[in-house]
């Protein structure tokens, strides 16, 4: 098991309404990274966040944002929800340092959109 | 779109028995890394191996890297039925991670 919690484990949504998803990274990582998994697939890269900035984003429209808070945690806000934005969201943590290639994932949040 | 691509998507072998699995990508690599996932749930990272690495063996794992045929292997030996789960490929490209489509593996007791 990583250090990486996320919250909640599983949410159901109505389309066109908003939702927040939870992450708190590993112990002495400082980046964090979204990920969305649609059955059947890979996990395609939302964002990433260091030090509380934006660090690279994915094809995802403006209406999937982030933040992430000075402990290094994060948040994944998405409005007006689609439902093809059912899927299970993964947040990964890493410590951006020379060499740190690998990422640490959480147990995932399961949105349903209905 | 996902760059990498695994294949099988899906096998089923007997336990004891080896697994192996492809994956293919498009593009120049810094790293090639495998995760490996159980029904759905979060990533668990299996092993790395840098462009200029030809192989690597991590316990039952061993990982083959060719970058000139830009593709890698996972071979899985002496299978259990605890390997049951999902495996995936996924290229390290500015600090992101770009995943395969993956291969469901299931191994019968």
């Known amino acids: 098991e990583t250090g990486v919690t996320q919250s909640p484990t599983h949410l159901i949504k109505t389309r066109g309404q908003q939702v927040t998803l939870r992450c708190s990274s590993q112990s002495g990582h400082n980046t964090v990274s979204w990920y969305q998994q649609a059955l059947g697939q890979g996990p395609q890269f939302i964002f990433q966040y260091y030090r509380e900035e934006e660090n690279g984003r994915g094809n995802f429209p403006p209406r999937f944002s982030g933040l992430q808070f000075p402990n290094y945690s994060s948040e994944l806000n998405v409005n007006a929800l689609e439902l093809d934005d059912s899927a299970l969201y993964l947040c990964a943590s890493s410590h951006q340092t020379s060499g740190a290639y690998e990422q640490y994932f959480g147990p995932g949040t399961r949105l349903t959109v209905t | 779109s996902q760059q990498g691509e695994e294949d099988p998507q899906a096998l089923s072998i007997q336990e004891g028995e080896n697994a192996t699995m492809n994956c293919s990508y498009k593009t120049s690599i810094n790293n090639l890394q495998w995760y490996r996932q159980n029904s759905g749930r979060g990533l668990v990272h299996l092993i790395l191996?840098?462009?200029?690495?030809r192989e690597k063996h991590s316990g039952r794992l061993r990982v083959t890297l060719d970058t000139s045929k830009k593709s890698s292997s996972l071979l899985i030996t002496a299978s259990r039925a605890a390997d049951t789960a999902s495996y995936f490929c996924?290229?390290?490209?500015?600090?992101?991670?770009?995943f395969g489509t993956g291969t469901r593996l299931q191994v019968f007791p």
């Open positions: 191996i840098r462009s200029n690495e």
């Open positions: 996924a290229i390290y490209n500015t600090d992101k991670l770009i």
